[in-house]
């Protein structure tokens, strides 16, 4: 595809519902329909990164992704970071990335102090590692990631991003991105909060940035057959009226498969859940104006 990506991000701050696997398994299943997709792992812990077997890149020295969300001199170096998978483009995560809650914290605040408070802008720039006074505009926290993949030279049918499992600039910066997101979700209790708390930071955003976020759908994750998980993904269909919920059951494949390096569709045993991936791939395609003809 030529000119703009479609994107999403898969975001829950809740940790541990299966951002990183539904992540991994809708690119895998993007990439079976034929799509081009560049995955983005924003999150400091680099769970997609070592899993899709780029430990090497996690460990890198600078410049790193870090270097291109914070510094707008290094911002093409993206270029030079992506890594080739046999599924997907991967633009990994580093070890530095843990520095950019910090970095972008302290540039949102020398854009809000602007040119009326020197004394306090200077004393943050000291505390900074890339961002520097002449940097900031404004805006310029939010917009890094979004800034940062327009700098990628290459094509892609989708930039997919996995996000990290709390509230901050990174997640923030994820959604500015991609403007659509894609919400897995245990089906358990505890998800009812994480989700409230997702709806209302997403709103806070909209009405922060100006922008609109759509929500693709819901993948209710690692889903049992008991009546407790039938009564969550029934909420998660009341809350989310207007969009898919999908469900995902509980598979050690594909734990085996995130083992292996690979999506569930590299993986060389079928898994029962390929039918589903499949299927937010497919309504991603429809949302995004792909057709079956594109293939
Ligand atoms: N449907 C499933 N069936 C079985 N295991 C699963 C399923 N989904 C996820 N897991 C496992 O649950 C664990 C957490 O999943 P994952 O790392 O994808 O969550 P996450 O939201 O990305 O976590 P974090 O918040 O730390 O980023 C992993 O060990 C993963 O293999
Ligand atoms: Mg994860």
Known sequence: ??????????????????????????AGALNERGRDVLFVDIDPQGNATEGLGLADAYDRAPPTLF???????????????????????????????LHAEHELTIADLMDKLGSNHPEAVQALESQAINTKREHISSG????????????????YDYILIDSPPFYGKLTDASIFATQNVLIPALTEATSERAIELLIEQVAALEEHAGITVDTIGVVANRVEQT????????????????????????????????????????????????????????????KFGFTEETL
């Open 67 to 97: 270097d291109t969300l914070t510094d707008p001199a290094k911002r093409s170096a993206v270029n030079d970071l992506i890594e080739s998978h046999e599924e997907m483009d991967v633009l990994p995560a580093n070890i530095d990335l």
């Open 227 to 286: 009546s407790e998980d039938e009564m969550m993904v029934d909420w998660f269909n009341a809350v989310f009226a207007d969009h898919p919920v999908w469900e995902v059951r509980k598979r050690v494949a594909l734990q085996r498969a995130f083992s292996a390096g690979t999506s569930i569709f590299a993986y060389d045993q079928p898994v029962d859940m390929e039918a589903v991936f499949l299927e937010i791939a497919r309504a991603c395609d429809r």
């Open 140 to 155: 310029y926290a939010i917009r890094a990631l979004d800034t940062a993949l327009a700098a990628i030279e290459y094509d």
């Open 1 to 26: 595809m030529t000119g703009e990506a479609a994107r999403l991000c898969v975001t829950n701050a809740k940790g541990g519902t299966g951002k990183t696997t539904v992540a991994i398994n809708v």
